[in-house]
């Protein structure tokens, strides 16, 4: 399954979700795998997603293969919203109960600003493992840096999983290219 299964396949992008933030930017690669504690029922998905951050706002709009726009999760002081691409909106206070109540899982987009840099989020606890990993907000990440990799450079894939309840999730990002500051 893919990520255009999640929300229809239209192929038009209404203008709300063409909306780009001054600010960084990570592009890459994206793949999930989830199980529903309760059912057992497993799926997974793959597409591509491009995160944004500028001063108190954050976006992940989540892409089929083809790079149409699936979603767009948007979080700041305002609260959160994810937006599909046929125009229907939710709102909530975070974007982890969003994802998970409307996607089926649940996405950490409040501690990707700094595990894209390979980096525990600041304001969170965080517990570094014995074979490198991170620990925080129950999730267990990996960071994988690119064979050619400077020293403290940005990791090229992160491995995240989540032990539920109510879902468990695998997620796999690959970063394909950042920009901005």
Known sequence: MVLCAVAGCATTRP???????DGRTVEGRLSVRYKDLETAKEESLSGRFVWTAAADEVEL???DPLGQTVAL???????????FRDGHRVDGAT?????QNTLGWTLP???LSDWLD???DRNRPATRLADGRLLQDRWTIRFVAADDAAAGAPPKRID???PGPPVEVEMRLVVDGRGGP
Do not use: F
């Open 15 to 21: 203008a709300a979700l063409a909306r780009v933030l």
């Open 61 to 63: 709009s989540l892409l």
């Open 73 to 83: 999760v948007r979080s700041g002081t305002h609260g959160s919203s994810i937006t």
């Open 95 to 99: 974007p982890e109960s969003l994802t």
């Open 109 to 111: 987009l409040g501690g």
């Open 118 to 120: 390979g980096q525990p």
């Open 160 to 162: 995240l999983a989540y």
